[in-house]
């Protein structure tokens, strides 16, 4: 093992337990211990005391310090202390990281311009699965309250279990024998909107409240955690929605204008419960086990309520009354007989998740340690989206009609429109379709209307069902050798193993009135007098009030019949499938610990070596008679990869370094897009290949997107409570997923139409492919700089800044230019903050440029649109009355904090125009009182 002296604030951390933050090192426990009880032993030091946030910033910057890897940190601290209401909020200020909001929480997480879906998330170490359709975690379904910290490796090494291009992303639970003493804790908050109730079925306010138990046993041989969090959070939104933009021409000019909108006010309450716990045992002073349990149940219910406004998509006649010369887009308009859609609709977003681990260390020698780990997790998600329609009369020229006008309001906030009815009146407004929509064949069957002058007016609602159930069950062994070298300290030998399954099943449903009957009934029905909840106010659009009513009380008591979808639209074939996999690699990595002219030089090197095998069932589909018919597919592809990494730290003095890395990396496949779901069409001509098949989905044989990545580093450690770092990244990519065509073998599948097997197997697919090449530079710059370096006077003072620059030049397989998703070329990030004598104060700024995010779309499918940056402020405040001095009151803080104080909004565009808003979704703000008591 390479001697050194250790500094002050290393002894104290090392004294404290901190070194086990660093699990991901070789080292064993014993060692560790060994060695800080001999430096303990040696050295008499002063160890200075912080605690509250101060604490949790030292802590975050020594595990920066003393990682091998390139590392951003937030200890349990920094999560506890003031905590938030999830764990994406604390992330999304961590340097080069960005978040994208999910009805205005942080939820999806990007690392240095990358999208979600290109970072690897691990729970203690482990792979995490997804209530998403792809592997993208959201992290809103994480309680920040039972965690004890996060990292995130900006460069791998070839131990690290979890993959991505961008980094991985490890979430900790709290290790109870690293702590000293019993400790029960409660939490208690109680949280506001800044909007009143939009809905009058809406929540505007919640609670959330966390009890907390750890203790030792057995002459501390035994340790044992447990926390428990439930939670109701309430969240509201004012939301323009566009249709879309269509192009005409007029007078030999090119002009757009509105096609539809849809805006509406959402009240969502998220109902969460999690319960975690962690036992740790080492009966002896060579082995150590720890089983950890994490479950979440979590349920997002949503009631939106508006109006949908078609315009020059719709039946009235239009007017143009102002245009916008530069871009030739209509921004004030008109159209008369004109009749809407008035929408009462609600939404379930209901997932439980549940994950356990298992792991054994045992030093069977001085020089071995070996190393077991087991883990499984899963998740299961059920969406049900009901959208309800009323109107003035069933169908396209049934009921009164409206004149209606608009005028687009500056700053990409969408439009106010004018309009003549009351959409309040519930004589006027009643249940039952006002457009055709919705046509099917089945539908019309179902209430034998063929040929009728009510054919394709038979939805009076819809709702869209789709669930997921992800699973994935991994082993781990690795083998630790002590080296008696110049060079290497230890090495590391590895084996592991993982299985992952997910499964989609999409199905919507057409709603109709159960009193409907043909042709005497026109099929409008006035709301029973027991649903009805009042009024929505649309003033933010023009649109006045609108009918409230109880939708899921409707449905519930028999108010509409439900039909599938799915007998006459093929895309919930598509939409449904099952993609496995199964990954098996093997990794050696030897840890450097050495000295280069006098200047000690740390790290690791190593490779890592994955074997996949996947494989798809979905569905081969074609339309007979208006119905789906389908055949089952099963489609396997297997791929490997080689993955040497390098990581470099050189110690120019006790204070400054330099550090390098280099890897090759792996993003896998969406796992939508691997799905062997598709259409299959036999042609009576071939195509350009000589293929009569053709085939449209997703693509099975997809394989993993690469990328070589380096990074140099300067570090200076000037304080034990600051630090400045440059860093510059370079990652050269290769192999991206972009849409083109594929073959694709059809032997066996029998030709949808007469059931047959056709002489030709082979086909032409079109969808995801593999290819193309590119780039992604950058730099980063990052500080905290307490201010007691300038002035005693002013010690608890201190700001937390740093600044991402990135660019990126990718191009398509047929050499077209292309812009990453999730690609902010700056980010940034600032807090100031005072924290002595029990009281803390901060405010935080966190800031993204432009990128392309994926949304939800219709029929919850993943969409990318361009989205606009955002700066967002919060702020906190904090009394722990133990810190301040009052010994009575030992173990009692409490807090005040503000989210969106600036009420920044989201806002998407569509296409090129920024005049042609798809979304503006104004969140307001939410603020938190709390407290928490510890004994």
Do not use: C
Request: net charge negative; aromatic share 12%.
């Amino acid at each position: 093992m390479l001697n050194f002296k250790p500094s002050r604030m290393t002894l104290a951390l090392l004294s404290s337990g901190f070194v086990a933050l660093t699990a991901f090192s070789a080292p064993t426990f014993a060692a560790e211990e060994a060695e800080a009880a001999k430096a303990e032993q040696e050295i008499e030091v002063e160890v200075i005391q912080v605690t509250g946030f101060r604490k949790s910033v030292v802590e975050s910057i020594n595990l920066k310090r003393y990682s091998s890897n390139v590392v951003e940190a937030i200890s349990a601290e920094d999560i506890g202390k003031l905590p938030d209401s999830s764990i994406a909020e604390s992330i999304a200020r961590l340097p080069g990281l960005a978040a994208q909001r999910l009805d205005g929480r942080a939820s999806k997480v990007s690392i240095r311009g990358f999208g979600e879906n290109e970072s690897g998330t691990t729970l203690n170490g482990r792979e995490q699965v997804s209530i998403g359709d792809n592997r993208g975690v959201e992290f809103d379904l994480y309680p920040s309250e039972i965690m004890s910290g996060v990292t995130v490796f900006k460069t791998p090494n070839a131990s690290l279990e979890g993959e991505g291009i961008a980094g991985v992303i490890d979430l900790q639970t709290i290790k109870p024998l690293n702590q000293d003493g019993r400790v029960v804790q409660f939490n208690g908050t109680y949280e506001k909107t800044s909007f009143d109730k939009l809905n009058p079925d809406g929540d505007d306010d919640g609670l959330k409240g966390t009890f907390f138990y750890m203790d030792q046993f057995a002459d501390d041989t035994l340790g044992v955690a447990f926390a428990y969090t439930t939670m109701t959070s309430p969240n509201q939104e004012k939301r323009w929605n566009a249709w879309g933009y269509p192009e005409f021409e007029a007078e030999g000019k090119q002009y757009s204008i509105l096609g539809g909108a849809k805006p509406f006010v959402r009240s969502s309450t998220l109902e969460r419960d999690s319960a975690m716990l962690v036992v740790e045992a080492a009966p002896t002073n060579d082995i150590k086990m720890t089983f950890d349990a994490l479950y979440v149940d979590f349920l997002d219910t949503k009631r939106l309520r508006g109006i949908e406004v078609p315009f020059a998509w719709g039946q009235g006649s239009l007017s143009a009354q102002n245009i916008d010369e530069a871009t030739g887009f209509i921004t004030a308009g008109g159209t008369d007989g004109q009749r809407v859609v008035v929408r009462n609709d609600v939404e379930r977003r209901d997932a439980e998740l549940i994950s356990l681990g298992f792991n054994t260390k045992w030093s069977v020698a001085d020089e071995w340690v070996l190393d077991f780990d087991a883990s499984y997790s899963e998740v299961q998600r059920d969406v049900f989206s009901v959208e309800s329609y009323s109107g003035t009369g069933r169908g396209d020229n049934r009921g009164a009609a409206d004149s209606l006008g608009y005028v687009f309001n500056s700053g990409n906030t969408g439009a106010t429109f004018s309009h003549g009815l009351d959409y309040s009146d519930y004589n006027l407004m009643q249940l039952g379709g006002p457009l055709s929509w919705g046509w099917s064949g089945a539908l019309n069957d179902k209430y034998g209307v063929t040929g009728t002058e009510y054919e394709n007016q038979l939805q009076d609602g819809f709702i869209n069902a789709p669930n997921i159930d992800d699973e994935l069950m991994s082993l781990k062994f690795a083998a630790s050798q002590e080296i008696d070298s110049d060079f290497i300290s230890d090495i590391t030998y590895g084996v592991a193993y993982r299985e992952r399954e997910k499964t989609k099943k999409s199905e919507g449903y057409f709603m109709t009135l159960s009193s409907f009957s043909y042709p005497d009934n026109p099929g409008t029905l006035s709301v029973p007098e027991q649903y009805r909840l009042g009024s929505t106010s649309l003033d933010f659009i023009g649109m006045g009030d609108m009918i409230a009513y109880d939708t899921m009380g409707l449905i519930n008591d028999g108010y509409f019949d439900l039909l599938r979808e799915s007998l006459t639209n093929p895309s919930h074939a598509t939409k449904s499938w099952r993609v496995s996999e199964t990954v098996t690699s093997a990794f050696v990595q030897a840890e450097i610990a050495t000295e280069v002219s006098g200047m000690e030089l740390t790290g690791n090197f190593g490779v890592r070596y994955v074997y996949t095998e996947q494989s798809s069932k979905g569905n081969a589909f074609n339309t007979v008679d208006g119905r789906v018919v389908a055949i089952p597919t099963d489609i396997s592809h297997d791929y490997s990869h080689f993955l040497p990494s390098l990581n470099l730290s050189l110690k120019i003095d006790d204070s400054q370094s330099l550090r390098f890395g280099a890897a090759k990396t792996i993003s896998r496949a969406r796992l939508d897009e691997m799905n062997a779901s598709f259409t299959a069409e036999y042609k009576t001509q071939p195509d350009d290949q000589g293929n009569f098949w053709h085939v449209s989905g997703g693509n099975p044989a997809l394989e993993p997107k690469e990328a070589i990545g380096l990074d140099l580093s300067y570090e200076n450690y000037f304080s034990d409570e600051g630090y400045f770092a440059v860093a510059l990244f370079h990652k050269d990519i290769s192999n991206w997923i972009f849409d083109g065509s594929y073959a694709v073998d059809m032997t066996g599948v029998a030709n949808p139409s007469t059931g047959l097997l056709p002489a030709t197997t082979s086909g032409t697919g079109s969808g995801k492919v593999n290819g193309g090449e590119g780039s992604l530079s950058g730099y980063e710059i990052s500080a905290t700089l307490p201010f007691n370096v300038v002035s005693e006077s002013l010690d608890g003072f201190g700001v937390i800044a740093s600044y991402t620059g990135v660019d990126s030049d990718m191009k398509d397989q047929n050499g077209n230019k292309f812009q990453l998703p999730g690609l902010s070329e700056n980010i940034s990030t600032f807090t100031i903050y005072y924290d002595n004598n029990g009281f803390s104060a901060r405010a935080s700024m966190r800031h993204r440029g432009d990128f392309k995010g994926d949304v939800y779309g219709l029929g919850f499918d993943t969409v990318q649109v361009d989205i606009l940056g955002e700066t967002i402020w919060d702020a906190q405040i904090g009394y722990d009355f133990g810190d301040a001095g009052y010994e009575n009151l030992e173990g009692l803080a409490i807090t005040l904090q503000a989210y969106n104080l600036t009420e920044e909004p989201f806002t998407s565009l569509q296409g090129d125009n920024a005049l042609q808003v798809r979304d503006y979704q104004d969140y307001g703000s939410s603020y938190l009182l709390g407290f928490s008591y510890k004994f």
